[in-house]
């Protein structure tokens, strides 16, 4: 196992380790003890899970049931709402302000949009988390952790993977113009791959432009032979374009669902780089119990890597529970 498989089953371990310690009580916290409903026995709190997911993207499916399982475990009431819009997604962090919750989780993919709310979230006296984006940004608005993985080091990971397949002309395919995240996944492919590599940027709200873009792409540019794409969904169209191009372009991606576990497992897809965004719903919610019990902040305040893990024909078994049943059984789990 490479370096990148090596670093997220550790996270993982890590993660879960955690996660089973912090089902108990927490050394001087008071609340539950052993036996008995551990969650009934603690007092409710509110948390607003505010994502900036587009809608259809069944990447942000895992995510909120990650946070619904630890939500469930904790005795928390979670208010769900997400906008891929950054001032959208800013106005839903004041109505969770005005709700008078006890928490807030949200995602920074648009950091400048969103800096001004998360501050007011923050001086109203609401301990505030950011998940899967904003890893740069976070600490200058208050927030008390991220949980996530490094993108940059992820695009690193992909760049590295590239090259033991011996691939030489790569495009990465963003789907949203401006996310600090996605760019920064390709600007870390570029780091680590021998080979020469572009951005290609696509419509994510627009499959159908996602599909066309990376058709005439390849269909113009021959000598392409690695597509990367940033998201489950956009690989899965991947293939139909590198077929309907005539392609021999070989795919992966970053985020996996049940679909893209099949893809690699019959090697229509080369790896996918897992960020377990179960690991970021499910800590985060967790932390605001775990902060609202004695001040706990996982990580001292540094950012809580998640990812990047690398799955590959390699070590397939080792993550199949996540994707037992493929992508309609997470969807169904989320509701």
Known sequence: MNRWGKLGLGVAAAAGAFALAACGTPAGAGGAGGGGNAAADLPELKVALVTHAAPGDTFWDTIRAGAEDAADKNNIELLYSSDPDGARQAQLVQQAVD????????????????????????EAGIPVFSINAGEEQYKDMGVLAHFGQNEFIAGQAAGEQFNEAGLKKAICVIQEQGHVGLENRCAGLADTFTGTSEVLYVQGTDMTNVASTITSKLQTNADIDAVLTLGAPFALTALDSIKDAGSSATLATTDLNGDVYNAIKDGSILFGIDQQPFLQGYSSVEAVRLYNQGGYVLGGGQAVLTGPAVVNADNLDSVAAQFKGGDKAESEDAE
């Open 99 to 122: 709700q008078d919750v006890d928490g807030i989780v949200v995602t920074l993919a648009k950091a400048d949009a969103m800096s001004g709310e998360v501050k007011k979230a923050v």
